[in-house]
């Protein structure tokens, strides 16, 4: 077949099957009949914090549950608690029972005393989901909080929840790894004479099998102890050991056993108040800036496995996820944070995101024609070592967002013959876990007149996507600003800027921030003559794009990431809301991400009337819309706002049926995260959540040298022009 015949050429787009052993960089791809038909099965383990206290831990419970829900019937679930033990839950006999493996509280060498498979064999700890949901339902309910006594070295007792989190992960990592380094049939039931199997088969396992397996950890507040612990400090003596206790215990969890004391906790139900950057405690330890590298090792290592680490948190103090950072951003995983448990949609957020497909071990090749190149790549992927412009996407999803840099290759830049226009090239090629309905048997492929449903097996696919695109070549500058997308201007700067604050700190990266606005503008004023001045009067540039209109919103969307927590110089944030937004913006859709940096306000006349579909988060824009009603969307919130001294007769909180109501549904629905629902009264509630988003007022005033950090819009404008000014008159 000719280059010109190729079906990536002929159509612009194009997916088919490959081999798995295909060559990437060498572009060799098996055809459909090459597709090898590898098993896998999806496999979701959940890793449960349990020095925490009751309220966390039931959360946690209906989050499980919910999970159970969300997967399909032929998935494989272990649940895994940890304290200063881990918890292995052998849930496919009639009652589950469990079996504890001591952890190390030692910064190095084995995480625990003795190998997880060696505790219980992984064909015990994957429970098919379809047969044994009850009992994996069961243990889950008599989940308790672990209560851990400690002898201190004056005699004295205090109850210490020791969360032995790296030790945990990096355990069944090791047991994962053993499994898919050494295949072997896993299951012994029938030799070991233990509790009958309830799936029926013998598992056997490979690196292949483990590929797309949701590892999904729940946090109470930051990991504390031994291997992984983010806090430098002392580890307190450990727990006294019955004689008679060994390495592994088993405990029935059958009705009528006494429950676990519970932990003192905080008013939003999480353990101990040893969190990162709450001065008032008295126990407070510093970071420890060398969890960072164990964390980076970790998030490797299950890279390597095809595992994608989910982390689900909650604590009214820092956890430390700037050192768990690399295990969602490697393996492409979530961070949902939840700084107050009465807010917190956990179920509802991970059942979305357990439902959603996944693509697996990923590889992402750009190709240019010669002119130009790709720069800089980013979002959760990372750089191949030998190959340049291939990136790898451990695992990603279809609302995944990830950006490019382009470079010319010379000052040249682009030929203007129409005849050969700038290429670009993408080919990702991923695994994906297809279904496919298991046969009778070998001999009959057609089902009996009585057959049951046929059980579901399934392969791992590798597919390659390729999307070709011709680039038409702009003239002037005025057809580039005509064509430029704000959104995608919004991305690049959102990922550059918060890549600058973790490296340079938060000061820096407003500073580049501002500073790029500037020379934008003026640039703009430069190329298209829009500055320009009288003899004697001060030069007048243009600082909103007001001649162009794909560009206006530029400016207020710079603006908005200013007073945004990623960028805010507000020390009343929790501690680790930067990590979590910038783990959550960097693989946000756009149109999401300009939702999440710049709210969205609309208003209604009533429940079943809309008054305007947009408007600017200011004061001003409520009164001069004369509407009762508003609606507020954060991304993470929708905020329904009624203006004091509304109608009596406009209903609150608006019926079910009406047109608001459908309006919030939907987008409730469309969400990969659940916003949460907030409806005030002015007047008459505390609409103090509703009048912090109206960003475009002023605010505290915080100085870094002669720049202010928090002004208004209004001013912020206003400095912006007289830079501009500067800048120009000055020499670009």
């Known amino acids: 077949m000719g280059r010109q015949q190729a079906p990536e050429l002929q159509q612009g787009g194009v997916e088919m099957l490959c081999s798995s052993a295909a060559d990437f960089a060498d572009n060799t791809a098996a055809n459909d009949n090459c597709q090898e038909q590898v098993p896998g099965q999806p496999m979701y383990i959940a890793l449960v914090d349990l020095t925490c206290g009751a309220d966390f831990l039931e959360l946690v419970k209906s989050g499980l549950l919910a999970a159970l829900e969300a997967v399909p019937p032929s998935a494989l679930f272990a649940l895994i608690t940890f304290s200063t033990k881990i918890g292995l839950y052998d849930c496919q006999g009639p009652h589950p029972s469990i079996r504890y493996v001591h952890t190390s509280g030692e910064a190095k060498g084995p995480p625990t005393s003795l190998g997880l498979e060696e505790a219980l064999p992984l064909s015990y700890l994957l429970a098919p989901v379809g047969a044994c949901k009850d009992c994996i339902a069961a243990a889950v309910d008599n989940l308790e909080p672990d209560m851990l006594q400690h002898v201190g070295s004056e005699g004295g007792d205090s109850s210490l929840g020791t969360r032995s989190f790296g030790a945990a992960l990096q355990a069944v990592l090791r047991c994962l790894g053993q499994a898919a380094l050494e295949p072997h049939a896993t299951d012994q039931r029938q030799q070991s004479g233990s509790n009958a199997s309830t799936s029926g088969r013998d598992l056997v396992m490979d690196a292949a ?80 800036p060398a969890a960072k590298q164990f964390y980076e090792e970790a998030a490797s290592a299950a890279a390597a496995l095809g595992v994608c680490i989910d982390v689900y948190a909650a604590s009214e103090e820092g956890l430390g996820l700037a050192y768990l950072d690399p295990l969602p951003s490697i393996t492409g995983g979530a961070v949902f944070l939840y700084p107050s448990l009465d807010e917190a949609a956990l179920p509802q957020d991970i059942y979305k995101r357990l439902s959603c497909p996944i693509a697996l071990d990923g590889m992402l090749r750009i190709r240019t024609s010669p002119e130009f190149s790709v720069s800089q790549a980013y979002g959760q992927l990372f750089q191949d070592e030998q190959y340049e412009n291939l990136v790898h996407i451990t695992a990603c999803t279809p609302h995944s967002t990830f950006a490019f840099d382009f470079q010319y290759a010379n000052a040249a830049g682009f030929a203007t013959t129409v005849d050969s226009p700038p290429m670009v090239q993408m080919v990702f090629q991923y695994s994906l876990l297809a279904a496919r309905p298991a ?10 007149p009585d057959a049951k449903p046929r059980p579901t097996r399934y392969v791992v696919e590798r597919r390659m996507r390729v999307l070709t695109q011709a680039l038409q070549v702009a003239q002037d500058p005025a057809t580039v600003y005509e064509h430029a997308r704000p959104d995608c201007i919004l991305c690049l700067l959102m990922h550059k800027i918060s890549r600058a604050a973790a490296e340079e700190g938060v000061w820096s990266a407003r500073q580049l921030l501002q500073d790029w606005l500037v020379r934008a503008l003026a640039n703009y004023n430069t190329n298209t003559n829009r500055a320009g001045s009288k003899p004697g009067a001060p030069l007048q540039v243009d600082a909103t794009f007001e001649g162009a209109e794909t560009l206006q919103a530029i400016p207020r969307l710079v603006y908005a990431l200013l007073r945004s927590p990623m960028l805010s110089p507000h020390p009343d944030h929790h501690p680790d809301t930067r990590t979590s937004l910038h783990l959550l913006w960097s693989s946000l859709p756009l149109e999401d991400l300009q939702t999440a940096v710049y709210p969205h306000l609309s208003s209604y006349q009533d429940p079943d009337t809309q008054a305007y579909t947009r408007h600017s988060l200011s004061r001003a824009a409520l009164v001069t819309a004369g509407a009762p009603i508003f609606l507020l969307d954060t991304f993470t919130s929708l905020i329904l706002y009624y203006t004091p001294g509304y109608p009596s007769s406009i209903p609150f909180p608006p019926p079910h049926s009406s047109l608001l109501r459908r309006t919030i549904q939907a987008v409730k629905q469309s969400r990969q995260i659940s916003p949460q629902l907030k409806m005030v009264r002015g007047g008459v509630d505390d609409v103090s959540q509703f009048t912090s988003k109206l960003i475009e007022e002023p605010d505290a005033i915080f100085s870094q040298g002669n720049r202010q950090a928090t002004v208004g819009l209004v001013a912020f404008l206003e400095q912006v022009k007289f830079e501009i000014q500067q800048f120009i008159e000055h020499g670009m």
Do not use: C
Not at 439 to 447: I, L, V, Y
């Open 439 to 448: 046969a009778w048997s070998a001999s009959n492929d057609s089902d009996p």
């Open 209 to 288: 099998y483990f590929a797309g397996t949701r590892l999904i950890a729940f946090l109470a507040g930051p990991p504390e102890r031994g291997q992984g612990s983010v806090l430098k400090r002392k580890l307190p003596p450990a727990p006294l050991v019955p004689p008679d206790m060994t390495d592994i215990t088993y405990t029935s969890l059958a009705l009528g056993l006494q429950p676990s004391p519970i932990l003192p906790t905080h008013s939003n139900g999480t353990a101990n108040g040893r969190g990162i950057g709450n001065g008032s405690d008295p126990v407070q330890a510093e970071p420890d």
